[in-house]
T-cell receptor
């Protein structure tokens, strides 16, 4: 079974600085998707960024980018120019891209604190 | 377009009671999911459905039941509530399988079993 590990329970960064959140995963599959979700205090799960495993190019969404290392099974999230609104729990998630509709496998999350 | 809605937002149950958590989506999505989130943990899949009349177990299905009679609705039933079911429950939906599409999440239901 696949597993997702986030080794940083909490990270703190100064406003306007850059921070990187780590994620590693374990799977025997070669075709899958990886995601970063943001969960603010409101509890709403918000998709931040998605990466297809077959794409070598790292995904970017405005201030958010990933470093996807398939061989190392590593998927880190970089947040540039951190803003107070970025403060939240961040979850890394995996999903097999084969047939069926099995859901996401999540890590335990990283609590991101933004220092003003 | 409300997306994914869940009711109730909060609920306190006594041990042994039963209840149904409601989930509705208005995006005409075939795929729907129920997750639970325990304190300090990520979400874990309880059940999922690929369309009306078709459901299947996820990682943690014990103590729950689901049904899918329409495309829009995917209720989660707790028959005999136990303290271990104290959690936040999220419903989600997607238009495509296999990660091709974003999973849209509802706002969650916080359930406490005493």
């Amino acid at each position: 079974a696949q597993t997702v590990t986030q080794s940083q329970p909490e990270m703190s960064v100064q406003e306007a600085e850059t921070v990187t959140l780590s994620c590693t995963y374990d799977t025997s599959e070669s075709d899958y998707y990886l995601f970063w979700y943001k969960q603010p205090p409101s509890r709403q799960m918000i998709l931040v960024i998605r990466q297809e495993a077959y794409k070598q190019q790292n995904a970017t969404e405005n201030r958010f980018s990933v470093n996807f290392q398939k061989a190392a099974k590593s998927f880190s999230l970089k947040i540039s120019d951190s803003q107070l609104g970025d403060a939240a729990m961040y979850f890394c998630a995996y999903r097999f891209s084969g047939g069926g509709a099995d859901g996401l496998t999540f890590g335990k999350g990283t609590h991101l604190i933004i220092q003003p | 377009n409300a997306g994914v809605t869940q009711t109730p937002k909060f609920r306190i149950l006594k041990i042994g009671q039963s209840m149904t958590l409601q989930c509705t989506q208005d995006m005409n999505h075939n795929y729907m999911y129920w997750y639970r989130q325990d304190p300090g943990m990520g979400l874990k899949l309880i059940y999922y459905s690929v369309g009306a009349g078709i459901t299947d177990k996820g990682e943690v299905p014990n103590g729950y039941n689901v049904s899918r009679s329409t495309t829009e609705d995917f209720p989660l039933r707790l028959e005999l509530a136990a303290p271990s079911q104290t959690s936040v429950y999220f419903c989600a939906s997607s238009g495509l399988a296999g990660g091709q599409d974003t999973q849209y999440f509802g706002p969650g239901t916080r359930l406490t079993v005493l």
